[in-house]
């Protein structure tokens, strides 16, 4: 344990060094030093795929399943993609030293309000190499340092990709430690960050709902709580069956192990026996299993398995959906304020009324009239990328680019002003 | 323990529920409500100081001391004073269902980012009842519900002040428990409140900096940190000595006990020995005690008690002063980023470069060129009225007005979009 706080706060010290620089920088360096990352991690590619290699080695001698080994693999193609997706940070605008807002006071005082970097990131998350990637360039661009913890199963794609990453920033003349990886991936490591109060200015942790729950419980330094999504999407009474139809069958089945993807299918009873048996259908070739209130049961069959508080709590991530029919809109919004994580929610609907109090009484990151829930997303909204969805209301929240990686700092110009 | 927690498990429940009803109550119902709690605070005098009257004698047989017996006590004036801030409250702008930015994306999905109430905010909060009301008007006009819990010296008036204010909310038809006082006063109940994730949206911790850390240390739902204050005042090479002067003792004398009070002056050594025996006279009246480096002792004499690294650190909150001659600006900096708490620092200075190169070297919620570090404060700064002062990264930083007690909502309408 005591190694590992070492490590952790050695990181940190130089980290808080970085940061230091880094809020310095200005946007062309920052930029030059972006696209010099992707054309590093282009030609470092023989180096990183055999890195990969050997993670997906242990990983299958691990018995890892197939999807997991998906996610952690890497290929030319991917590796192409991780290095366009930085020459795309590099295009985006540049939120330092914009200023929000200003006044001159009755006192002659001019006070601005600057967009300034947090300073030093910490990234605590799971398997997908693409984060550590993704993390160090929006981290860069907005001027800050960055302390990236990834899990153990990728650590030599990690440490190939940091290593590359680092290498690059150096050439380019910007603090090298200003991404730096953990390469201890212990448990003591992550909670060693999550008590580096004073070094770290924000940790935001991405994975599974176990990481979320453990950082949030364990953390100090401030946290930024991501991407549990338990979504609704809800079949009001009016409105189009084949646009319902549409939405639910993208919102579940396009991807289902992503946080954006519905959980919960809540239909009005007016139109249950109508919409029911056609979204079924449409779901059918996805293979989707239906867990239902006695009212779906009713209406579907035998297809539908009994739906208890549990799977309407639950986010499966997978080609499962849990239905209930319900009286009225107002049950609608009430099943949702209880189980939703305030992440995405849906309504499908032809009534102005109804689309308005639904609005009004959803509590959630993102909130759909007669859209997919499938748009919470960086790039969807126009960040241009995202380092997370934020399903806590403090700082932001719904999907993190650039700008949600600043922070403010007031100016104040006198000229001799006392109170 | 576990009566605590329940009680304030009770208390989660109920402000959850106020916050739904709060954040859908218009602009004109949440004035209207603030308005007639002005009028109850004045019409409930008689028992409000009565119940402060209780709590003083209480403190007074404690043995508090006279300037904390002066923080605790109600007045007639101060009583209107708290009843005329409700009404400032009330005339402020209402940052609810503000659109900050909105757009037509390429696929016809418009999307815009609305301000929406956090929910419920806790505050844990020490000695100053006007803390009470002022916490429960910023609250109300947010849209917000509160779970106040002010320290046991003043449980009577906070009491009193309490009732009153839940009982013109309730007259006006706004729930009663959006502004809920704790009635335990112990450690546990603290603690409780620091853990009620899932119910409480923001804890915002008022006073000094044992109670700040505790918070920092235990709370598992996020926090806002307030106040810590060791700022500076850094007298440049060249500067108009006399500005310089006047600055100094604003900041240090006006009202030691605040945290927007110089701790620490920093002094560019050419200009030390003119500069340094002209603050010690201008302060003299005050009885400021000087703690200095050697040079400032070579300077002044006797007159100065040597400083240890520990006088650096620390905010007096007190007719003390620490002096430091620095032989650069670049030194002046690099004292502030190693023991500035990120608060407010100033440089007093006639060199435009040195006053870039300050701001952009000081990570602090308020840089000042040429003015008192005093002006950190919601009304000075033009908000109206602020909750706190934030000296953390996350959410915001700085003064925090009616805005700061908000967060936004994505409202995505569509016309069948799928992704």
Request: negative net charge; hydrophobic residues 40%.
């Amino acid at each position: 344990m005591a190694n590992q706080q070492e490590e952790i706060l050695q990181l940190g010290l130089r980290a808080r060094e970085a940061s230091a620089a880094m809020a310095r920088a200005g946007t062309q360096e920052k930029n030059h030093a972006l696209q010099h990352i992707g054309q590093t991690l282009l030609s470092s590619q023989k180096e990183i795929l055999a890195a990969n290699l050997l993670d997906l080695r242990e990983a299958e001698a691990g018995g890892m399943s197939p999807a997991m080994m998906d996610r952690l693999r890497l290929t030319e193609e991917r590796l192409a993609a991780m290095a366009g997706a930085v020459g795309k940070v590099a295009a985006l605008d540049d939120p330092i030293g914009q200023v929000d807002s200003g006044q001159t006071r009755p006192n002659g005082l001019i006070i601005s309000r600057y967009r300034v970097p947090l300073g030093v990131v910490g990234m605590i998350y799971e398997s997908r190499p693409n984060v550590t990637v993704d993390a160090a360039a929006l981290c860069l661009k907005s001027g800050n340092a960055c302390i990236l913890r990834g899990g153990r199963e990728a650590i030599h794609t990690n440490r190939a990709l940091a290593e590359s990453i680092r290498n690059a920033i150096a050439t380019c003349g910007l603090p090298r430690d200003a991404v730096q990886l953990v390469s201890d991936t212990s448990r003591e490591s992550a909670r060693a960050m999550m008590r580096l109060n004073g070094y770290i200015d924000v940790l935001i942790p991405r994975g599974g709902a176990g990481l979320i729950r453990t950082v949030v419980e364990n953390a100090t330094v401030p946290v930024i709580q991501t991407g549990v999504g338990n979504c609704h999407v809800y079949v009001d009474d009016p409105c189009d069956l084949v646009m319902a139809e549409k939405i639910i069958v993208n919102a579940k089945c396009s991807r289902p192990s992503v946080c954006n993807a519905a959980e919960t299918l809540l239909v009005h009873k007016n139109i249950a026996p109508e919409f029911l048996p056609r979204a079924a259908r449409a779901m059918a070739p996805y293979h989707v299993e239906l867990r239902g209130c006695p009212q779906t049961a009713a209406i579907l069959g035998a297809a539908v398995r009994p739906a208890d508080e549990q799977d309407y709590a639950t986010e499966f991530n997978d080609y499962i959906l849990a239905v209930k029919v319900v009286d009225s809109l107002e049950e609608a919004v009430c099943h949702i304020r209880r189980y939703g994580t305030g992440h995405s929610e849906a309504i499908v609907t032809d009534s102005y009324a109804h689309s308005r109090e639904f609005v009004a009484g959803v509590d959630a990151a993102a909130v759909y009239v007669n859209a997919s829930t499938r748009f919470t997303d960086g790039e969807e909204f126009g960040l241009g990328a995202e380092i997370g969805i934020s399903t806590q209301k403090l700082h932001t929240r719904g999907p993190m680019g650039l700008r949600d990686l600043t922070t403010i700092q007031y100016v104040i110009l006198g000229s001799g002003q006392i109170r």
